[in-house]
């Protein structure tokens, strides 16, 4: 398929539903095997830390829900610009259903790196760039929650959560460079892409199961919250009403 | 690797902070994946009654 006509089928949200299927069951089968798979290896199998011993494996839980909090940040700032240049209607489904996913994405981050911070820091928080610039990202979640309920317009709504997503985007270099910019007891990046991680494999290894498989739990919930929204969106379409006619599966 | 299960969940004196992180990720993501399944058939429930009352409301008139 050329490139054109895929992004001009992207605009269609019935096209996207019936093709989307297999991909939200593949997402979900490779989402719940990987995270299964990591975390078992990464709590009860990978070396202890050198200097951290055992509270380091915290790590596999942390880094994973730390980096998909500020990817989907950075999906939603993507959608505002494909709402407001564009109109695509997914990007509005996206801006409306993907603001609770990393909003608890976001709020595991920043507890699981309390809970990192006690027995490694001394503390469970510290007013320092990385924290604050990924707490400020907690209340730009919160406020694209609390704007689409206030504004009673779905478009209107969907253009302003589209406007504070993409200014909010400024928030994700700052919370990336934070730790090399300020003087901070964060440590610096687990992996890197120019460079080999500062770790050996056995512990990197069922880091990067995680990261891949908690892609895939966005991947799955991305499509099943698109696929839904479609569905209460088009309920009046025949082709919906056919759907929905047949028995439940 | 551990040398025995008090040692795995001891976690060399850290026991509680790993366990508080795993306990709460874990059942966490197990609900988002099981909401996901959940979610679909009750959205499909829920069309299939409006669109039920919209058919009788039709047939009415």
């Excluded at chain 1, 253009?159 to 460079?177: E, H, M, S």
């Excluded at chain 1, 799955?220 to 479609?230: D, W």
Aim: hydrophobic share 55%; glycine share 8%; with cysteine.
């Amino acid at each position: 398929m050329r490139l054109k006509e895929f992004w001009h089928r992207l605009g269609s949200p019935r096209w996207f539903y019936q093709m989307s299927g297999p991909w939200q069951l593949g997402f979900t089968v490779a989402a719940g095997v990987l995270l299964l798979v990591g975390i078992i290896w990464g709590v009860a199998f990978a070396p202890p830390d050198y200097q951290q011993g055992n509270s380091f494996r915290i790590m596999y839980v942390h880094v994973p829900t730390a980096i998909l909090a500020q990817s989907v940040y950075m999906v939603l700032g993507a959608a505002g610009v494909l709402l407001l240049v564009w109109r695509m209607k997914l990007a509005d489904m996206v801006l409306q259903t993907m603001v609770p996913f990393g909003l608890a994405m976001t709020a595991l981050a920043l507890f699981t790196g309390a809970v990192w911070g006690r027995p490694t820091w001394g503390t469970w928080w510290v007013f320092d760039g990385r924290t604050t610039s990924t707490l400020v990202m907690l209340f730009l979640y919160f406020g694209l929650y609390a704007l689409r309920q206030a504004i009673p317009r779905p478009e209107a709504a969907g253009r302003a959560c589209a406007l504070l997503a993409i200014v909010g985007t400024i928030n994700i270099p700052i919370i990336k460079y934070s730790v090399e910019w300020w003087t901070t007891l964060h440590q610096g990046a687990t992996f890197k892409l120019t460079e080999a991680p500062a770790m050996p494999i056995e512990m990197w290894a069922p880091l990067l199961v995680n990261v891949i498989g908690i892609y895939c739990l966005f991947g799955a919930n991305l499509i099943a919250n698109l696929r839904n929204e479609i569905l209460r969106r088009e309920q009046a379409t025949k082709w919906v009403r056919e759907l929905v006619a047949r028995p439940l599966t | 690797m551990f040398d025995s299960f008090q040692a795995f969940l001891d976690m060399g004196g850290h026991g509680l902070y790993v366990w508080l992180v795993y306990g709460s990720a874990v059942p966490l993501l197990v609900l988002n994946l099981m909401k996901l399944r959940r979610a679909r058939r009750q959205l499909l429930r829920e069309l299939k009654a409006t669109q039920a009352v919209l058919d009788d409301a039709t047939h009415a008139t």
